[in-house]
Structures are given as C-alpha cells and as structure tokens.
C-alpha cells in the first residue's frame, strides 16, 4: 500500500468532529500554532497514527514541508500553550477524573459544570465575565472593539490586522489557566498585570538589543501601564 492509500485509509475512518475540522481548515490560515519542529518534509505513517484528526487534517492540507515559525508570539512556552489548546490535550479535571487522578470532575471556577477545555476557557459563567471584561480593557487601550466568539478565543482572530490583540488573546488563555492551576478566579486585575509585565519586559529586552522599531511595531501607541 502506497503512502498516499494508507494515508487516505487512516482519514477515511477516523472521526473528526466538526470543531476539528473547523480547527484545521483555520489553522492553515494562522501563523500563531505550531512549533516548526513537530512536521518534517514527509511525516511517517505511524508519526500520524498517533496525531489528532485535526493534525492529521493539516498535515494533508499543508502545501509547505515545514510549518511557519509563529509572527505573533516568540515566547516557547505560550506557543505550546496554545498546540496544547488546539489539539485538546491539556488535563482539565474531565481528564483527570477519567483517569482517577481526581474524584471530581467540576469545573475549577464554578465547581458545576464539569470542566472541559471548552468550559473552562469560555463556557464557564466566570470565563464569560473575564473575557467580557477583556473586551472593554482592549477597547480601552486600542479604541477597538471586538465580540469573541468561542473560535476567537480557541484560535484568534483572523480577520484582525492587529496582532496585538491575538497576542493578548493567547496571554488571556494562558491566564485562564494559571488561574486554574492556582484555584483563584480570573480577574481583569491580574491579566492587566501579567501584560504589564509582558510590556515592560519586552521593551527593555528591545531597547537594551537597540530593537525597539521591532517593539513599536507590535505595541503601536498601545502603553498597559
């Protein structure tokens, strides 16, 4: 069997829901996903055996042997943040209780409903109040309004020519979580000061490396302090 028949095999009976499809046809669009190591010129059968239908969707539709180094976000630890996010592979309680690690699967913040990825991030009544309380704290910064939709927040937005704001989308997640894993609930508070400490970092590592049209470029007129 060829390569192209065992892939075809494979895609043929798998199950890919309709938000991994939506997962994949985005991401051929994004610059903001994945790290650039995870695909080689030709991924092997059993490379792609083990990948998530969304992967594997994209690995198809890929007409570029490596995947582009995200433009958005440099930061390591916040690009696999957000692979983890689209491939659904973080442990929310749902997962950890499947496995036995905890006897509860309700959500950190609410403690109702149980907590998957999808609750957790935007589902969930405290992450609505969170991410509507984001989208007065941008527009107070860029005079830019936007509504986010559960795609918003899973993948970014697209048709934004700001990056600035799927940059503050991806901080906004990773805060979620960290929330989480703190047993705190989010506030507008502690995001503004996790991206003041981003801004301010980022603007003496650009002035100290004589880079700071780099820092304009991304920050604009923006000043979170």
């Not at 603007?203 to 700071?212: D, G, H, Q, V």
């Amino acid at each position: 069997m060829t390569y192209t028949q065992q892939f075809s095999s494979f895609r043929e009976r798998s199950h890919i829901s309709e938000l991994e499809k939506l997962v994949a046809s985005l991401a051929m669009n994004l610059n903001l996903i994945f790290p650039p190591r995870t695909l080689c010129s030709r991924p092997r059968i059993s490379s792609m055996l083990a990948c998530p239908p969304c992967l594997v969707a994209y690995f198809k539709a890929s007409a570029s042997p490596y995947l582009k180094v995200p433009i958005v976000c440099s930061e390591a630890y916040v690009k696999a943040f957000q692979y983890k996010v689209l491939n659904f592979i973080l442990y929310t309680n749902t997962k950890l209780y499947k496995i036995g690690y905890i006897t509860d699967d309700k959500c950190s913040f609410c403690k109702f409903e149980p907590e998957t990825l999808l609750h957790l991030l935007f589902n969930c009544v405290y992450s609505k109040l969170f991410w509507k309380d984001f989208e007065f704290y941008f527009y107070s910064l860029s005079k830019e309004f936007v509504h986010l939709s559960l795609q918003d927040v899973l993948i970014g937005i697209i048709s934004s020519e700001c990056p600035l704001l799927n940059y503050f989308l991806l901080i906004a997640k990773l805060f979620l979580w960290d929330c989480r894993r703190s047993q705190i609930l989010p506030s507008l508070a502690g995001f503004k000061r996790k991206i003041k400490i981003k801004f301010e970092t980022e603007k003496y590592i650009c002035t100290k490396n004589n880079t700071l049209d780099k820092f304009i470029k991304k920050w604009g007129t923006v000043c979170p302090l």
